[in-house]
């Protein structure tokens, strides 16, 4: 999954899937958007390391 943290011109926040081309926040706040990437990618480096065999 291809994702992307965007600065509205209005000041607010939208997070993009550029995989399935869709929104997943729109006109979020900064906080909320930095937070789900942030749960994003450590659910990415977890699986990552699984399948690597680090534990």
Do not use: H, P, V
């Not at 450590?42 to 699984?50: F, G, L, M, P, V």
């Amino acid at each position: 999954m291809r994702i992307k943290l965007i600065e509205n011109k209005d000041g607010s926040w939208s997070f993009y899937n550029q995989t399935e081309k869709r929104f997943i926040i729109e006109n979020g706040t900064e906080q909320e958007c930095k937070e789900l990437k942030k749960q994003i990618d450590d659910k990415r480096r977890k699986e990552n390391a699984i399948r690597r065999g680090i534990r």
